[in-house]
């Protein structure tokens, strides 16, 4: 089963709003990751937060992390229609890196 | 090289045969990852190097299925007696050192189509 669960499972919004993808996990972390997948193939890391931080941003990407209810989100602020691709949240448990189920972000132009 | 190289990128085998998928991961990366992923489905992890250490098998389907990381760089993965629900998206990820907080990053997968 996969450790992270991302909601929602698909979200479609105009272009110039913003987008926000909610990750929850099961066990302690030492670190959670987001990244983004184009056209089913390899994913690219976006950000990392690690489990003594609880917000972090990069350029119109910001991460928020609460440890005490085991999530985490995401929001994209004033999307592009490039942004369009699913996210997935990645929660770093002692070794293992394990992915959530995606959210399939689509920004219409 | 420059990023993790996966070959085949697309693969077509008969249900029944044996198939190997090769991953090279970014030079000096000691993790090695490989994940299963099927169509708008997330990422289901397989097998997981680290260095010299034994690699946690826990995620392989069966045992028709297996792994081996030579040398500490490239790594196949093998699907012996391929069935159709084997059909997926089978990705590689390397990273400098797992469990560090270090970005994996992916290569762009193979496609095994079984028929």
């Known amino acids: 089963s996969q450790q992270g669960e991302e909601d929602p499972q698909a979200l479609s919004i105009q272009e110039g709003e913003n987008a926000t993808m909610n990750c929850s996990y099961k066990?302690?972390?030492?670190?959670l990751q987001w990244y983004r997948q184009n056209s089913g193939r390899g994913l690219v890391h976006l950000i990392l937060i690690r489990s003594n931080e609880r917000e972090k941003h990069s350029g119109r990407l910001r991460v928020t992390l609460d440890t005490s209810k085991k999530s985490s989100s995401l929001l994209i602020t004033a999307s592009r229609a490039a942004d369009t691709a699913s996210y997935f949240c990645a929660t770093e448990s002692g070794s293992r890196l394990t992915f959530g189920e995606g959210t399939q972000l689509t920004v219409n132009p | 090289g420059a990023g993790v190289s996966q070959s085949p990128s697309n693969k077509v085998t008969e249900k029944g045969k044996d198939v190997e998928l090769r991953c090279d991961p970014i030079?000096?990366?000691?993790?090695l990852y490989w994940y299963r992923q099927s169509l708008g489905q997330g990422l289901e992890f397989l097998i997981y190097f680290q260095g010299n250490s034994a690699p946690d098998k826990s995620g392989l389907p069966s045992d028709r299925f297996s792994a081996e990381r030579t040398g500490g760089s490239v790594s196949t993965l093998t699907i012996q007696r391929t069935q159709q629900e084997d059909s997926a998206v089978y990705l590689c990820?390397?990273?400098?050192?797992?469990?560090?907080?270090?970005?994996?990053?992916f290569g762009q997968g193979t496609r095994l189509t079984v028929v």
């Open positions: 990820a390397s990273s400098l050192e797992g469990g560090m907080g270090t970005e994996a990053f």
């Open positions: 030079s000096g990366h000691t993790a």
């Open positions: 066990t302690s972390i030492n670190n």
